[in-house]
């Protein structure tokens, strides 16, 4: 079975730094592209950014673009996003994500980050 | 940045009857590739989203053959033939054809 958990999320105040981690397990990591999608309270789903297989292709949105960092390990089935400079408006539940696009997706249950003084 | 603009954004529906979302795109979707990266996902209250539809009009794995998604270009539609209490929730189209978006969701209720 496929499983994505996300972990790291929590309280941080403004301009202050958080590093998410999703543990990937039930297929082989190595094989698929992954994906980072937060979504605001009582909003939808936004784009954050992606990573190729071999971490060679990375993409962010323009909301993020300078301030989040998105790597993977292959070795550790792990997923992670750095995120510095927080800001109020990045206060979402931050999902994991596989296959956005096409072939079999599956997204974790996410983390809840806040930013707040 | 590719706009996605989905109509109704609320959806009251009698159970067993069908419903239609709409989902338009500011440019056209077809990638290079010769495909086009249109998908929907249904979102249920306090559940993370799931992929209904890829690529315009392929079911994923284990979605009912109740719903079904169509359309080319910049226009596509989410079609569910009679809706039951199970689909409750909110939809939303996304574009992978230049980086990824979501439309703004329409949210399903039954009338």
């Known amino acids: 079975e496929v499983q994505l958990v996300e972990s790291g999320g929590g309280l941080v105040q403004p301009g202050g730094s958080l590093r998410l981690s999703c543990a990937a397990s039930g297929f082989t990591f190595s094989s698929y592209s992954m994906n980072w999608v937060r979504q605001a309270p009582g909003k939808g789903p936004e784009w954050v950014s992606s990573?190729?297989?071999?971490?060679?292709?990375?993409y962010y949105a323009d909301s993020v673009k300078g301030r989040f960092t998105i790597s993977r390990d292959n070795a550790k089935n792990s997923l992670y996003l750095q995120m510095n400079s927080l800001r109020d408006e990045d206060t979402a539940v931050y999902y994991c994500a596989r296959d956005l696009k096409s072939g079999s997706s599956s997204w974790g249950q996410g983390t809840l980050v806040t930013v707040s003084s | 940045d590719v706009v996605m603009t989905q109509s109704p954004l609320s959806l009251p529906v009698t159970l067993g009857q069908p419903a239609s979302i709409s989902c338009r795109s500011s440019?056209?979707?077809?990638?290079?590739?010769?495909?086009?990266?249109l998908n929907w996902f249904q979102q249920r209250p306090g559940q993370s989203p799931r992929r209904l539809i890829y690529?315009?009009?392929n079911r994923d794995s284990g979605v009912p053959d109740r719903f079904s998604g169509s359309g080319s270009g910049t226009d596509f539609t989410l079609k569910i033939s009679r809706v039951e209490a199970e689909d409750v929730g909110v939809y939303y189209c996304?574009?992978?054809?230049?980086?990824?978006?979501f439309g703004q969701g329409t949210r399903l209720e039954i009338k």
């Open positions: 690529k315009v009009s």
């Open positions: 990573i190729s297989r071999s971490g060679s292709a990375i």
């Open positions: 996304m574009q992978g054809t230049l980086l990824i978006t």
């Open positions: 440019q056209s979707l077809v990638y290079s590739d010769g495909n086009t990266y």
